[in-house]
């Protein structure tokens, strides 16, 4: 067999393992996110812990595929991610605290990777995009506020990590930096919830859809990002 022959059939798996990562995730969501409207609450509660570990492991085999390393950090904040999720399924104080620090953590690994990637290279555009989300952050949190009782300094607290995420992905692009806003509007869906707002309907539908295309855009545009670095 040549060399050249061997190279196909590597890039071949690769390709091939990628796009099966990828159909897994995709089809996990799918399945998710119809439980959810179906009230199959075992299949949410199975599928919920497999989404971002299957995400992490596309994001990887992505990167190896294209003959490159993901950025470090990305997978870190995934599967932290997948953490957060878990605790949250245990549906108690304790564990919701712990999930919420689970995702700060991922949010400290988006920031820091972002940054890394040059998101502030345009200082200008970052201070518009900052003030921006600076003032909607306080917006929202000065009317949820007075409703969150023993829950306002952690949701202050991890929603400016947040705010962060979102502020410093739109300097990649806008596929990180719609990833960033869906995700701020994703868990403020949760803070709602925790305000207790009335609901839209099918709430917890639209938290998750949400949540679900947010981390796809941000892994896939640190990519995308990524290669154009290189």
């Known amino acids: ?30 399945a998710h996110l119809g439980a959810i409207l179906s009230g199959a609450s075992v299949l949410r509660n199975a ?29 870190p904040a995934l599967l932290l991610s997948a953490g957060g999720d ?55 949190i000065g009317q949820l506020w007075p409703d969150l009782g023993d829950l306002q300094v952690p949701v202050a607290g991890y929603s400016l990590l947040l705010a962060s995420t979102a502020v410093t992905s739109a300097g990649l692009g806008w596929r990180t930096g719609l990833g960033g806003a869906l995700f701020l509007l994703s868990d403020t869906l949760i803070a709602t919830q925790l305000a207790k707002w009335r609901e839209l309907p099918g709430h917890q539908f639209w938290i998750m859809a949400t949540y679900i295309i947010a981390q796809y855009l941000l892994a896939s545009g640190t990519l995308k990002a990524d290669q154009r670095e290189a």
């Open 86 to 140: 878990v605790l949250l399924q245990l549906k108690n104080d304790t564990a919701f605290l712990a999930g919420m620090g689970s995702f700060a953590a991922a949010h400290v690994c988006y920031v820091t990777m972002f940054v890394r990637q040059g998101a502030l290279t345009d200082r200008k555009r970052a201070l518009l995009v900052a003030a921006a989300y600076a003032g909607a952050w306080a917006g929202m």
């Open 47 to 75: 599928t919920k812990p497999a989404l971002m570990p299957l995400l992490a492991a596309h994001s990887v085999s992505a990167a190896t595929a294209a003959d490159r390393e993901a950025p470090k950090l990305l997978a």
């Open 1 to 30: 067999m040549s060399i050249s022959t061997t190279t196909r059939a590597v890039l071949g798996g690769r390709l091939r393992s990628t796009t099966g990562l990828l159909g897994g995730f995709a089809a996990t969501s799918a």
